[in-house]
């Protein structure tokens, strides 16, 4: 039974993904809610069905008690069948419709809902850019991804099992209370009305407060995971103390935020007893005097007393279950500062894959300023033709690493425009672009996988021959075997760590390494490729790398000189602009600005902050 309702909503069902998602509210909660509005109708018409049986069970009870006040056995000769049956209906039908209305809510809104804001939330932030994420806390995205979908959950939860319920008793209460005398509505008006003041005020209220406690949280986490993420730096300078007290102002952020929204809390309780006190002297006492009059039975007084005394019960379950609901849309509208945001970078429409036959890339009056008027790149052209490859050197900041990073098309340029094979990078789809490129980094970093997932990252398809081939080329082979995780898992299936964080900085190059020689991809990018390496391990790779190049267009960033020297053309990048060309002898002979980095290197570096 439970998996039927389990399976009545597909989480993973398509949908029409937006670069620019609502940024309100409401219209982002209504896309995420396409997949459930017929189980939405039929959950609130049970809310509303289950709600009318409690209200006709009180009114019952007090007829219950007015028929009791006869003979007992006439009371039964007339009445005996009529209350078999409605012992019957609480034995059979209220149970079933009860279970009906629990299970569509508990098993098949609430886990698929929250499955579907988490899918669509990381499918959607995955597609931003790697500038976007530059640009803010890992640990503070990630919680934000984290806490919005339950909060979300919640917010639908109470609108079934808490409003949409409460709205239907109190009608019924109503009805009931006119049915009986119409006299009887005037103090539950009286009460509705002040009770309303009472949400409208806590509503207010708590949305404000329970954002600001989220952002708190949010902030905190993003500052325990930088510091977690930044152990080593954290150790290496002794700076303990420092990362408290910058945790500490966090934490004393968070519970500031969180006493605001506590004493909002302890206001509502304290006026709603109050009007509960109000709510049950007027119902009742009024019921009693008009029994006193005459003009009411007892039943109607039990009927009242019951009624009321399940209002004051419920009263508070209702404020709690909308302020819940309210502090929820808060956590959801601190969330959506992160998951709805738009995405920038995109593909062009009708953008096609990048057929990618030569390799030949053209920069056509690059430039790129990261929105400052000076650094990275000013109308910059070059071409490099199939198969060559080329080094890059200059000072830092120079736009080395720009010039990578527009190649990737990690950022768009500010004006001008990159061809490969004569397509604009800016009209293919991304990743076709990027599935021609290899790219090895002076940042090793892995994933948090075992050194097999981390290899086949490079061409998931790949054999596990190819994949052992691809690490023997990269020299990593051996030292892979002889690796043991905490779990007791070896050789390709150890776990890496964190970033890789269990291998020493020559072992993550080297599987990085691996990964990249498996892809195979016809365009080469190297950023200090070998700059984790010792000599000898170096020179072992440097023949890897090579055997690598062949056949393929080569970018390589470097300072070591044994990556760059034997390059087809070396290229000195200056304040954005190539103020030199030409392979490494042309370059010495010339005198100029590489000549001046070569005479300053030491242990094979170029010492270009020293030159600079």
Same mark, same amino acid.
């Given at each position: 039974?439970?998996?039927?309702?389990?399976?009545?909503?597909?989480?993973?069902?398509?949908?029409?993904?937006?670069?620019?998602?609502?940024? +309100?509210?409401?219209?982002?909660?209504?896309?995420?809610?396409?997949?459930?509005?017929?189980?939405?109708?039929?959950?609130?018409?049970?809310?509303?069905?289950?709600?009318?049986?409690?209200?006709?069970?009180?009114?019952?009870?007090?007829?219950?008690?007015? =028929?009791?006040?006869?003979?007992?056995? @006439?009371?039964?000769?007339?009445?005996?069948?009529?209350? #078999?049956?409605?012992?019957?209906?609480?034995?059979?039908?209220?149970?079933?419709?009860?279970?009906?209305?629990?299970?569509?809510?508990?098993?098949? =809104?609430?886990?698929?809902?929250? $499955?579907?804001? +988490?899918?669509?939330?990381?499918? %959607?932030?995955?597609?931003?850019?790697?500038?976007?994420?530059?640009?803010?806390?890992?640990?503070?995205?990630?919680?934000?991804?984290?806490?919005?979908?339950?909060?979300?959950? @919640?917010?639908?939860?109470?609108?079934?099992?808490?409003?949409?319920?409460?709205?239907?008793?109190?009608?019924?209460?109503?009805?009931?209370?006119?049915?009986?005398?119409?006299?009887?509505?005037?103090?539950?008006?009286?009460?509705?009305?002040?009770?309303?003041?009472?949400?409208?005020? $806590?509503?207010?209220?708590?949305?404000?407060?329970?954002?600001?406690?989220?952002?708190?949280?949010? $902030?905190?986490?993003? +500052?325990?995971?930088?510091?977690?993420?930044?152990?080593?730096?954290?150790?290496?300078?002794?700076?303990?103390?420092?990362?408290?007290?910058?945790?500490?102002?966090? #934490?004393?952020?968070?519970?500031?935020?969180?006493?605001?929204?506590?004493? !909002?809390?302890?206001?509502?309780?304290?006026?709603?007893?109050?009007?509960? /006190?109000?709510?049950?002297?007027?119902?009742?006492?009024?019921?009693?005097?008009?029994?006193?009059?005459?003009?009411?039975?007892?039943?109607?007084?039990?009927?009242? $007393?019951?009624?009321?005394?399940?209002?004051?019960?419920?009263?508070?379950?209702?404020?709690?279950?909308?302020?819940?609901?309210?502090?929820?849309?808060?956590?959801?509208?601190?969330?959506?500062?992160?998951?709805?945001?738009?995405?920038?970078?995109?593909?062009?429409?009708?953008?096609?894959?990048?057929?990618?036959?030569?390799? &030949?890339? @053209?920069?056509?009056?690059?430039? %790129?300023?990261?929105?400052?008027?000076?650094?990275?790149?000013?109308?910059?052209?070059?071409?490099?033709?199939?198969?060559?490859?080329?080094?890059?050197? /200059?000072?830092?900041?120079?736009?080395?690493?720009?010039?990578?990073?527009?190649?990737?098309?990690?950022?768009?340029?500010?004006?001008?425009?990159?061809?490969?094979?004569?397509?604009?990078?800016?009209?293919?789809?991304?990743?076709?672009?990027?599935?021609?490129?290899?790219?090895?980094?002076?940042?090793?970093?892995?994933?948090?996988?075992?050194?097999?997932?981390?290899?086949?990252?490079?061409?998931?398809?790949?054999?596990?021959?190819?994949?052992?081939?691809?690490?023997?080329?990269?020299?990593?082979?051996?030292? !892979?075997?002889?690796?043991?995780?905490?779990?007791?898992?070896?050789?390709?299936?150890?776990?890496?760590?964190? &970033?890789?964080?269990?291998?020493?900085?020559?072992?993550?190059?080297?599987?990085?390494?691996?990964?990249?020689?498996?892809?195979?991809?016809?365009?080469?990018?190297?950023?200090?490729?070998?700059?984790?390496?010792?000599?000898?391990?170096?020179?072992?790779?440097?023949?890897?790398?090579?055997?690598?190049?062949? /056949?393929?267009?080569?970018?390589?960033?470097?300072?070591?000189?044994?990556?760059?020297?034997?390059?087809?053309?070396?290229?000195?990048?200056?304040?954005? %602009?190539?103020?030199?060309?030409?392979?490494?002898?042309?370059?010495?002979?010339?005198?100029?600005?590489?000549?001046?980095?070569?005479?300053?290197?030491?242990?094979?570096?170029?010492?270009?902050?020293?030159?600079?």
């Amino acid at each position: 039974m439970f998996r039927f309702f389990e399976n009545l909503i597909d989480p993973y069902v398509s949908y029409e993904e937006k670069d620019r998602p609502p940024t +309100r509210l409401w219209p982002f909660m209504r896309d995420l809610c396409g997949p459930f509005w017929r189980v939405f109708v039929w959950t609130a018409l049970l809310s509303v069905v289950v709600a009318a049986i409690e209200v006709g069970l009180i009114w019952y009870m007090g007829r219950l008690v007015d =028929i009791l006040g006869g003979d007992p056995a @006439e009371v039964w000769q007339r009445y005996g069948l009529e209350i #078999i049956l409605v012992g019957l209906f609480l034995l059979t039908l209220r149970p079933l419709i009860h279970a009906l209305d629990v299970v569509l809510l508990n098993n098949t =809104i609430l886990p698929n809902f929250t $499955t579907v804001f +988490r899918w669509r939330a990381h499918r %959607h932030v995955l597609r931003q850019s790697v500038g976007w994420f530059e640009n803010d806390f890992a640990g503070r995205i990630a919680n934000r991804i984290v806490q919005a979908p339950p909060a979300a959950g @919640e917010v639908v939860f109470q609108v079934f099992d808490a409003i949409s319920f409460s709205l239907a008793y109190l009608v019924g209460a109503a009805v009931l209370l006119i049915a009986a005398d119409v006299r009887l509505i005037l103090p539950l008006l009286a009460w509705f009305v002040l009770y309303g003041f009472l949400i409208r005020w $806590t509503v207010a209220n708590v949305g404000p407060a329970s954002k600001a406690a989220a952002d708190a949280r949010s $902030t905190f986490t993003g +500052r325990v995971v930088d510091s977690y993420t930044n152990i080593s730096s954290v150790k290496m300078f002794a700076h303990d103390d420092r990362e408290l007290e910058y945790a500490k102002e966090a #934490i004393e952020g968070a519970r500031e935020s969180f006493q605001v929204e506590m004493r !909002i809390f302890t206001k509502m309780d304290l006026a709603l007893v109050t009007l509960n /006190g109000l709510l049950i002297v007027g119902v009742v006492g009024w019921a009693i005097v008009l029994w006193y009059q005459g003009l009411a039975s007892v039943g109607v007084v039990a009927a009242a $007393t019951a009624l009321t005394l399940r209002l004051n019960a419920m009263t508070g379950w209702i404020m709690w279950a909308l302020t819940s609901f309210f502090r929820e849309l808060g956590v959801v509208a601190e969330g959506m500062e992160t998951i709805a945001q738009p995405i920038d970078l995109v593909d062009a429409p009708e953008a096609k894959p990048l057929q990618l036959d030569r390799g &030949r890339v @053209e920069l056509q009056d690059l430039s %790129h300023h990261y929105g400052r008027g000076t650094g990275g790149l000013d109308k910059l052209n070059l071409t490099i033709e199939p198969g060559e490859k080329v080094g890059l050197i /200059g000072r830092s900041g120079a736009g080395k690493s720009t010039l990578v990073k527009l190649l990737l098309r990690f950022y768009d340029p500010d004006s001008g425009r990159i061809l490969m094979d004569g397509q604009d990078i800016s009209r293919v789809q991304q990743e076709s672009l990027r599935s021609h490129i290899g790219m090895v980094q002076q940042d090793s970093a892995l994933l948090h996988r075992s050194v097999r997932e981390n290899i086949l990252y490079g061409r998931p398809e790949a054999g596990e021959e190819e994949m052992i081939s691809a690490a023997r080329q990269a020299q990593a082979h051996d030292f !892979i075997m002889d690796l043991v995780d905490p779990q007791g898992r070896r050789g390709y299936d150890a776990q890496v760590g964190e &970033r890789g964080i269990k291998l020493s900085g020559g072992q993550r190059q080297r599987v990085t390494l691996a990964r990249v020689i498996l892809k195979d991809a016809p365009i080469l990018l190297l950023d200090e490729a070998t700059s984790a390496l010792d000599s000898e391990v170096e020179a072992e790779i440097q023949k890897t790398l090579y055997g690598m190049m062949e /056949g393929k267009t080569v970018i390589a960033i470097a300072h070591r000189l044994s990556t760059i020297a034997q390059m087809d053309r070396i290229l000195v990048l200056d304040q954005g %602009h190539i103020v030199e060309q030409g392979s490494h002898d042309v370059l010495l002979a010339s005198g100029g600005l590489y000549a001046e980095f070569w005479a300053r290197q030491s242990g094979g570096f170029l010492n270009t902050e020293a030159a600079e």
